[in-house]
């Protein structure tokens, strides 16, 4: 699909002027926008507007272009990446940009695009031109990766509490997966970073520099989004490393108290087997106290061992199994 | 809340001038301080001293900004973190400044500022200007972030020492939970540092040139803190490192002297189940001494694999259990 | 083997011209391929081109050189890595270029560089010249580091998903293997980038400048697979990590089961032992329903643990061990 | 305690001048040194000297300052960080130094300087002057480092030889302390050879040009130093990871030792177990060689079961415990 | 020892001249060696060549410089590291060289140095005298950097097959060997590195603009051999990891399988000792067939336990025990 809008130089706004009409004198500059285009409707990319071969190779290239800024002559070309509101997936959208036109190319559908585009007429950009329209494009898909890192910063809040007693397994399981966006997230916000600081400090971009504290603030932005990002990365690997301490250290406090009780058992055992035994001549088996002598001995050295290893805390039985939390 | 100071051409103060007269002739220099300010105080930012849009949205957002200046042609913006006195949660303190004015905004009450509010009469800054008192601001805040540091440092230190004797779970919680602080102010003491590096080298602000010093000290306090808090990192780090294996070196040391003691009594057990066999030809059953020599072997046995047991090193229980200590 | 085309004013192209004429008037420029060469066509480099001694020894070498551009002043010499196409192992191209030749070096077979050759005719670089040919060279080889980069990072994902159920050793072979392929790739890519960074950026390569734009591009191409590099080490750690750690749980809970199951026999065989001792007056052994009274105590000793430490969650018997997946 | 040295033109050396006779005609330059002064000695800052409040307030405040040098018009202020004898605890010593004098200010006792005031008179400082005799004093100082640094890889390498046979815990506490001690200095050391650097081209010490290379010479050993810090802790990690890794493989194939002499007992004990039972009807039992048979039996099976554990290398009880050796 | 080479204007080469005559007229370049010189040898320095004071310390210094360069307004200082053939160990060249002259001091016997000159005669250095010489010497020390290299990529990869089977806890110390080894290497490579950087990019070296490709050559080795350290490091990481983990793998399934045969017993054994009980009335020791019926009974709990946990996975007697590898 293409369509357009234009803006003459009394800002009147013109939509889906046919292409000829574009360059005609009195219009200030158009916005010609190109979703999911056609073969035929690409062919103005080269054919109408003269688009270098490279650049229009980028838009039409299946695979993911990072975001950058290149500068030709005439115009300047950006990829710019918005996250898809689920999740933290890149949706491309390339711009040529320069004081006449704005062109924009996305081959999925783009929430903060079509938001510009209805209001338009209200906006700013029908005066300010251009470049400010491009700020509004940027600066309305950085606003949206916030969600994304404010969930994620919840969800390991949520881990680090644990309320809902998940087991260690699932823990884990989650921590992994949080790791995972924030990955994906650190490799679309660490170029976009790179990207506006280029533009920023870009001397070719000169005629940007009445928006240029607009594109500052975006920047902005953009170092918040890099501290949190790295902020939780340490934060997740914390939470990992303290839960695995504790489940393990749960674990053989565990082990140690079943062996405990075994050990308790072992001496015991051995003596009744020993009086088990079928010696013709075993005297004790004769005393008429012996069973009860026996007993009594049995079951002291019982106690005896029992208070042994809780004074050496080695035994918690009665202690409730701390749960692993955090 | 809004209120205001003037100083006039000879040093005089004056406290909440109508804002008609904070511009007339004779006023050297103005501090408006707006404090959690009404809808229509806030016109004052646009209205009255014309800011520009973007540095009045950062004051209004509720989304804490990172430390930062922004040079506007006629004033600079700053947004500064002072940090809470009991956790180091940040407060954020904006400020436009010139030479002309300085104009605080802050949503939240700050003893800083408040200090310098009650202390403006026999201040420096009276004198000095709008830049001396920015300084003052900042110098104030940086000084309250060493509490937060050395407490941090001492808890660090007790933790080391273990002195009340915790358990590891807990010991663990408490590290990570200085870890989670240290890595919050890292994020507000890392962006100070290039706050004020970009104070101290900028061009533009030529015209505090004579205060280059002052800003310059803080600057060497917030290096100090930014190396502080990777040491303590590391030393953190290092203590859990040290604690965790030292405590998974005793369990173990304890499991092996609990199995220890049951492999001694697994073939002297077994020796007591022989001889409780019922066959009806069992030549030693019918030996006079066979119950003592049995015993007696027993009793061999048992010394000879403990004392081998011991030799080698794999039986600790008269060892006092020593307690995890780093 | 030694072979070359010729490209004339009028953008004819001349195969395998003998090499006095190469140098004769009308020819625009040429290519000089030389592929595992003799002895004597090596002679060529030095006698025919006189290229410095060591470039020439930087050719010869059977020591792989990193990737680099080295100014001569009559022309460029550079080392390029193409990478095999089942593993990534480095195969050295070089080349020297000027505005007049593109002589290029290499001792295993190049299939970017055979693609090239073939269609010469029909290619830009027959008008745009050599310094386009090394662009398309490049760009070709490049290109096909992708390959290996989206092959590990299904891997990974298929190591992650587990669904044919490997054991944890041969998953942590995989892995082990994809890191030290990343590693390898990594000693290719980053000094590429760091090449075409110094192609960019070069001022004595003015002479490309016309080109620069398609530079650009490659090096736009290498930044991405760094990221993408980077991101899969992180992602193999993460697995790894998970992997051993759920793998260790499992196995863990495993023996805690095990270890109840033998806890809970304890006290039972013991009683049993007790009452298999043959003691003259042992009273219990004469009740009529003493047997039963014993069994039954024996049966509630063993019911009541069971619960107790299914309560505690120390047995899981009835669970469908998890296998270690992600 | 205050006290000065005066040199004149004619290189003489006079001690203990009153303040007024300091700044006399012929005086080529003096030193002064303050050492724990009391309030009035600490007056000469402010008063005669002139130096500017916040280097005042620097040598003053009982927070350790980190090694740094400020620039001010007349003088230059560093703070430098000398270390006690026996452990890397910093002693700060504040300097102001231009062409004509050299004040020093300490709180500690510092042998370093000491050393140089006792040598003045032979010193080339004497000549040279006070940018010279700062030097010396560094110089003196960095020397100081070497030792701290060199006792700290001789520990290492005693714990990892550990040839007194100390227990993990005690080697572990050791590394510990030393990694500690490894981060102290090189919070003293890395702002050390910034300060270094900084003087080395600093190009308003212009003055110092001719001392120069003396400098560089410093910067030279604090770089070395660097590098062996860094190198020591990598080290340090390497002995943890390798002591802590055996030591868990030696307790591991002890509990497995222990579990095999368990395990080949407990086929015999049931065995055993099963000919006490008292059944009527055991045909076995009547059997005249039944008991050597069963005795047979026990014995083959056990031979056999510790055979099968001995090929599988689960059993190691010969071989003696390797100690933990790195 | 000293020695001395002279070469003359018409490249005609003399040996071990007097001192006297090494500056006379006619003498294009010298090259004076000294090796382990006497006290009064070590005079030429600094009577006859007047070297600054600095420079010689670090020469007679028994402390091992680092790497590097020094300017001084005559002459350049150099401190080089050559390696031992055997370990890694470096030896100290230093260097003063100028158009006229290349001095060189060592305290050890330098293969490379003896090469260079015992072929002086046929060097190239003859022609383009002392820096081109410089650099055959630092050039020659470099190339035999990289069989340390080759060596301990050797042993890495023999480690990683272990087709020697060796044990974990040698194969850890070889690990250990080969870490400390690269990080013996990274400290003399490293500046070996910054230092030929310095050399390339020195302004004030601007007389060996001639040679600067030679210089560039070695830079090149230089930034492959830090490439191949910091790799092989990954690489020594990655295999530990891998080792240790596989190696806890296989000690705690074994482990389990002990474990298993001992649960597989428990109920056994205990439910021959009821039957081993002795009370007057037990009704099934009287039925006829009770033995048999009891017997089958254990022998179905027993094998239905062995399915039940081979079915589980928890019993892996059969499958020979995986050796750890890699
Ligand atoms: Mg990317
Ligand atoms: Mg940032
Ligand atoms: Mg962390
Ligand atoms: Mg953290
Ligand atoms: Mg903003
Ligand atoms: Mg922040
Ligand atoms: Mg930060
Ligand atoms: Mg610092
Ligand atoms: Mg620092
Ligand atoms: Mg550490
Ligand atoms: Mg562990
Ligand atoms: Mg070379
Ligand atoms: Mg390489
Ligand atoms: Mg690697
Ligand atoms: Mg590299
Ligand atoms: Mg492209
Ligand atoms: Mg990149
Ligand atoms: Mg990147
Ligand atoms: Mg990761
Ligand atoms: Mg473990
Ligand atoms: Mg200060
Ligand atoms: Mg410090
Ligand atoms: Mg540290
Ligand atoms: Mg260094
Ligand atoms: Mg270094
Ligand atoms: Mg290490
Ligand atoms: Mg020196
Ligand atoms: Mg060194
Ligand atoms: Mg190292
Ligand atoms: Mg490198
Ligand atoms: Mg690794």
Same mark, same amino acid.
């Given at each position: 699909?293409?369509?357009?809008?234009?803006?003459?130089?009394?800002?009147?706004?013109?939509?889906? !002027?046919?292409?000829?009409?574009?360059? *005609?004198?009195?219009?200030? $500059?158009? $916005?010609?926008?190109?979703?999911?285009?056609?073969?035929?409707?690409?062919?103005?990319?080269?054919?109408?507007?003269?688009?270098?071969?490279?650049?229009?190779?980028?838009?039409?290239?299946?695979?993911?272009?990072?975001?950058?800024?290149?500068?030709?002559?005439?115009?300047?070309?950006?990829?710019?990446?918005?996250?898809? *509101?689920?999740?933290?997936?890149?949706?491309?959208?390339?711009?040529?940009?320069?004081?006449?036109?704005?062109?924009?190319?996305?081959?999925?559908?783009?929430?903060?695009?079509?938001?510009? $585009?209805?209001?338009?007429?209200?906006?700013?950009?029908?005066?300010?031109?251009?470049?400010? !329209?491009?700020?509004?494009?940027?600066?309305?898909?950085?606003?949206?990766?916030?969600?994304?890192?404010? *969930?994620?910063?919840?969800?390991?809040?949520?881990?680090?509490?644990?309320?809902?007693?998940?087991?260690?397994?699932?823990?884990?399981?989650? !921590?992994?997966?949080?790791?995972?966006?924030?990955?994906?997230?650190?490799?679309?916000?660490?170029?976009?970073?790179?990207? !506006?600081?280029?533009?920023?400090?870009?001397?070719?971009?000169?005629?940007?520099?009445?928006?240029?504290?607009?594109?500052?603030?975006?920047?902005?932005?953009?170092?918040?989004?890099?501290?949190?990002?790295?902020?939780?990365?340490?934060?997740?690997?914390?939470?990992?490393?303290?839960?695995?301490?504790?489940?393990?250290?749960?674990?053989?406090?565990?082990?140690?108290?079943?062996?405990?009780?075994?050990?308790?058992?072992?001496?015991?055992?051995?003596?009744?087997?020993?009086?088990?035994?079928?010696?013709?001549?075993?005297?004790?088996?004769?005393?008429?106290?012996?069973?009860?002598?026996?007993?009594?001995?049995?079951?002291?050295?019982?106690?005896?061992?029992?208070?042994?290893?809780?004074?050496?805390? $080695?035994?918690?039985?009665?202690?409730?199994?701390?749960?692993?939390?955090?």
């Amino acid at each position: 699909m293409i369509r357009n809008y234009a803006i003459d130089e009394s800002e009147e706004i013109f939509y889906n !002027l046919p292409l000829e009409e574009l360059g *005609r004198d009195g219009v200030k $500059w158009v $916005w010609v926008d190109l979703y999911q285009p056609t073969e035929e409707e690409i062919q103005i990319l080269s054919d109408y507007f003269r688009f270098h071969p490279l650049a229009i190779e980028d838009c039409l290239d299946d695979l993911n272009q990072r975001p950058k800024i290149d500068f030709y002559p005439d115009y300047q070309f950006l990829v710019i990446h918005a996250l898809e *509101r689920e999740i933290p997936r890149p949706i491309e959208l390339d711009m040529f940009v320069n004081e006449k036109f704005i062109v924009t190319f996305h081959k999925q559908p783009l929430a903060e695009l079509e938001y510009n $585009w209805e209001r338009l007429k209200e906006s700013q950009s029908r005066i300010k031109g251009p470049f400010f !329209l491009m700020h509004t494009l940027i600066d309305k898909m950085v606003d949206e990766y916030f969600p994304h890192v404010y *969930r994620i910063e919840e969800e390991l809040n949520t881990i680090e509490d644990n309320t809902e007693n998940e087991s260690i397994g699932e823990l884990m399981e989650q !921590l992994f997966d949080l790791r995972a966006e924030l990955s994906k997230l650190r490799r679309t916000i660490l170029p976009m970073r790179d990207l !506006l600081y280029r533009i920023i400090h870009s001397e070719r971009l000169g005629s940007i520099m009445e928006q240029h504290l607009y594109f500052h603030d975006v920047h902005d932005h953009l170092l918040k989004l890099v501290e949190m990002i790295e902020s939780h990365r340490d934060f997740s690997s914390d939470i990992r490393d303290s839960y695995l301490s504790l489940n393990s250290n749960n674990m053989n406090r565990t082990m140690m108290t079943l062996t405990v009780i075994t050990t308790i058992f072992m001496p015991l055992t051995f003596i009744a087997g020993v009086y088990g035994m079928n010696f013709d001549y075993m005297p004790e088996l004769h005393w008429h106290y012996g069973y009860f002598v026996v007993l009594a001995a049995m079951f002291a050295i019982g106690v005896y061992m029992y208070l042994f290893f809780v004074k050496k805390g $080695w035994l918690r039985l009665g202690k409730k199994r701390s749960e692993p939390k955090r």
